[in-house]
């Protein structure tokens, strides 16, 4: 099956700090979403992006389908913003299950 | 509009017992998926029901089941429950037309302790 590798794992940062984080995938995808997960569990959806790039607030991605892989950009990172970060793809049709990445664990430190 | 809903929030059963969990649903969608976390990991995929049938399964024993209610809510079942089952529970709901991806959104999750 494909793999999702992300990173960095983990990623410490002051308050106000910017930051990438990288998504990898080992074949051709028909599906991306990035998602947030709060300290309670929930994930949170921000991006629904298998190519192109989109922009809400502070936050934006780009997925370069061709090579493989996706960007989450955040900048001006505040508290609220820490917890775990996932891609995960979907392949082809009739294969619309989500496949998770290993998550990065953003901490933001005021 | 209201979002995906998940109950129970918690659970704790004895191994060797069954479990229920519910799901809910957003508004309009017609799919649904459930996926298990275990602590640590990300959400792996256990199966998704459309049209009141199981179109996919992911690496999971038959002692997990499912089933789709006319109204598009759904049930995940557990049964002779192992310490290896306790995790995160999430269902996720989407559209489910053939032929086209849609975005999937995630319920608050059910976490299931196995002592």
């Known amino acids: 099956g494909i793999q999702v590798e992300q990173s960095p794992p983990d990623l410490i940062l002051q308050e106000g700090a910017n930051s990438t984080l990288r998504c990898n995938f080992s074949?051709?995808?028909?599906?991306l979403q990035w998602f947030h997960q709060n300290p309670w569990g929930q994930l949170i959806n921000l991006f629904y992006i298998p190519s192109g790039t989109k922009q809400n607030g502070r936050l934006s991605a780009t997925t370069v389908a061709t090579e493989r892989y996706s960007l989450l950009y955040i900048s001006s990172s505040q508290t609220t913003d820490s917890g775990v970060y996932f891609c995960a793809v979907a392949v082809n049709f009739g294969n619309e299950k989500l496949t998770f990445g290993t998550g990065t664990r953003l901490t933001i430190i005021p | 509009d209201a979002g995906v809903t998940q109950s129970p929030t918690h659970l704790i059963k004895t191994r060797g017992q069954q479990v229920t969990l519910r799901c809910s649903p957003k508004s309009g969608h017609d799919t649904v998926s459930w996926y298990q976390q275990a602590l640590g990991q990300g959400p792996q995929f256990i199966f998704q029901y459309y049209e009141e049938e199981e179109r996919q399964r992911g690496n999971f024993p038959d002692r997990f089941s499912g089933h789709q209610f006319p109204n598009y809510s759904s049930e995940l079942n557990v049964n002779a429950l192992l310490l290896g089952d306790s995790a995160l529970y999430l269902c996720?709901?989407?559209?489910?037309?053939?032929?086209?991806?849609?975005?999937?959104?995630f319920g608050p999750g059910t976490r299931l302790t196995v002592t």
């Open positions: 074949d051709s995808v028909n599906n």
């Open positions: 996720a709901s989407s559209l489910g037309r053939r032929g086209a991806f849609y975005e999937q959104y």
